[in-house]
Nanobody
Framework: VQLQASGGGLVQAGGSLRLSCAVSGRTFSNYAVAWFRQTPGKEREFVGATDWNDGSTCYEDSVKGRFTVSRDNAKNTVFLQMNSLEPEDTAVYYC???????????????????????WGQGTQVTVSS
């Protein structure tokens, strides 16, 4: 399985960016894709995730209402639409994917980075004030 993240850049506070995560090399039954972010000296933190089966999503509290995770089944791509960006959103953003079947298909499992074996390279997002 390969994941490739793209779309980062420099944007002013209040602006928008859309990140993409192209997924290849597997079928998507019971699969989830998540976005995480990391700043120097801090732990990687969960941003949002989507269940590939039904498109359900969940988010970290600080991005709710501003960020949206979506997927394009035909393109095997997951997106992170980021609106109303704040300087605090500056980070390297990573996408990750793995299988979550049955009772593990819940946000409480999607949030844990240790549950993912497949990671894309990071893409830098910088929000200027």
């Amino acid at each position: 399985v390969q994941l490739q993240a793209s779309g980062g850049g420099l944007v002013q506070a209040g602006g928008s960016l859309r990140l993409s995560c192209a997924v290849s090399g597997r079928t998507f039954s019971n699969y989830a894709v998540a976005w995480f972010r990391q700043t120097p000296g801090k732990e990687r933190e969960f941003v949002g995730a989507t269940d590939w089966n039904d498109g359900s999503t969940c988010y970290e509290d600080s991005v709710k209402g501003r960020f949206t995770v979506s997927r394009d089944n035909a393109k095997n791509t997951v997106f992170l639409q980021m609106n109303s960006l704040e300087p605090e959103d500056t980070a390297v953003y990573y996408c990750a994917g793995d299988l979550f079947g049955g009772s593990y298909s819940t946000c409480s499992y999607y949030k844990r980075q240790t549950n993912y074996d497949n990671w894309g390279q990071g893409t830098q997002v910088t929000v200027s004030s």
